[in-house]
């Protein structure tokens, strides 16, 4: 088979005093992400969406929140050891789908500088990822604002 998919999901608490880190970029807004690293549910469910087409398990796996090396870490740094294990296996990145789900704030004109940050640290070109953003209808705890929460598609190509 010279095809995988896999899909990924994260969600991340809204908190005060943190900084909002999407796709790596900082996101201005008087709310940020609460997590052991720093939180950024776009790159940790494009991670999972990758490990999963490889059948390599989750974050979770690679980078335990009991593991304290990997507190506040940057999320791009953890995305480049997950690239590197499906490039060890020999397979590639064919494209990434994504989509962020937020109340608040807009995110529509940070998208490309996302999509920009991503690709670079994925080593692909920026059109081979797809972000897009939307709200959940102010229904359930993102329409609440009490979180932000992504899904995430990878397709893998095995490399000839």
Not at 39 to 53: N, P, Q, S, W
Not at 83 to 90: G, I, K, M
Request: hydrophobic fraction near 40%; proline fraction near 6%; charge should be neutral.
């Amino acid at each position: 088979m010279n095809l995988r998919i896999g899909n990924g999901y994260d969600i991340h608490r809204l908190v005060e005093g943190r900084p909002l880190i999407l796709g790596g970029v900082e996101i201005p807004h008087h709310l940020g992400l609460l997590g052991h690293s720093d939180a950024d549910v776009l790159t940790h469910a494009i991670m999972d969406a990758m490990l999963g087409a490889l059948s390599l398990g989750d974050i979770g796996h690679y980078f335990p929140p009991s593991d304290p090396k990997w507190a506040g870490a940057n999320s791009l740094l953890l995305l480049e050891q997950v690239n590197e294990l499906v490039r060890a296996q020999d397979w590639q990145i064919g494209n990434i789908d994504s989509v962020i789900v937020a109340e608040r704030p807009k995110l529509k004109p940070h998208l490309k500088n996302m999509r920009d940050r991503l690709a670079t640290t994925l080593a692909i070109a920026p059109d081979r990822i797809g972000i897009k953003a939307t709200t959940n209808e102010k229904l359930g705890p993102v329409g609440r604002e009490e979180g932000i929460c992504v899904y995430a598609v990878a397709l893998l190509l095995k490399k000839q």
